[in-house]
T-cell receptor, first 108, second 114 residues
Framework: GQNIDQPTEMTATEGAIVQINCTYQ??????LFWYQQHAGEAPTFLSY????GLEEKGRFSSFLSRSKGYSYLLLKELQMKDSASYLC?????????FGTGTRLQVFP | EAGVVQSPRYKIIEKKQPVAFWCNPI?????LYWYRQNLGQGPELLIR????????DSQLPKDRFSAERLKGVDSTLKIQPAELGDSAVYLC????????????FGPGTRLTVL
């Protein structure tokens, strides 16, 4: 079957670091995407991992372990504008499967 | 470069009425997706087109939902008749070639069925 598990909500303070974890089971695996979605807006692409390891992109990094079915998104130097939902989306044989998302609230 | 365009942005209808959503993908993107997103959930794929061919419609409730992409560019998703449980945001996305590429999402249509 297919299953994606990520925390429902997280809170953090401006300037801090937060790690959002995602575990997944899919039929076939062809990489994993992270998307950011602000309330009432469309998801926007953050990162893509297809091989094991860490991909760094400015303040955001994403890690993948295919053998463990595990990924995380690391957000550094948090800003108020980072308050949003973060969607983990592994790609199965022929489609993306989105998790329910982690709602991150950043406080001053 | 223009992004994915969707209309209308908001729609309120009474149950049993028909409704249609329109999407124009990014120019040159031959793969188009329709998703439904319920409150507090991630997007759920309804149908995927490669050019004018529907290559994955396994999650489309075919008794009331239909979609078309006649010329392989813009697309329409229709619900007839709408039910209360259809209230959701309907997102359109497009990508170059197939699912192996990043998907770009439109702003969505928020449907409320009363």
């Amino acid at each position: 079957g297919q299953n994606i598990d990520q925390p429902t909500e997280m809170t953090a303070t401006e300037g801090a670091i937060v790690q959002i974890n995602c575990t997944y089971q899919t039929s076939g695996f062809n990489g994993l995407f992270w998307y950011q979605q602000h309330a009432g807006e469309a998801p926007t692409f953050l990162s893509y991992n297809v091989l094991d390891g860490l991909e760094e992109k400015g303040r955001f990094s994403s890690f993948l372990s295919r053998s463990k079915g595990y990924s995380y998104l690391l957000l550094k130097e948090l800003q108020m504008k980072d308050s949003a939902s973060y969607l983990c989306a592994p790609r199965g044989t022929d489609k993306l499967i989105f998790g329910t998302g982690t709602r991150l609230q950043v406080f001053p | 470069e223009a992004g994915v365009v969707q209309s209308p942005r908001y729609k309120i209808i009474e149950k049993k009425q028909p409704v249609a959503f329109w999407c124009n993908p990014i120019s040159g993107h031959n793969t188009l997706y329709w998703y439904r997103q319920n409150l507090g959930q991630g997007p759920e794929l309804l149908i995927r087109y490669e050019n004018e061919e529907a290559v994955d419609d396994s999650q489309l409730p075919k008794d009331r939902f239909s979609a078309e992409r006649l010329k392989g560019v813009d697309s329409t998703l229709k619900i007839q008749p709408a039910e209360l449980g259809d209230s959701a945001v309907y997102l359109c996305a497009s990508s170059l070639e197939t699912v192996y590429n990043e998907q770009f999402f439109g702003p969505g249509t928020r449907l409320t069925v009363l």
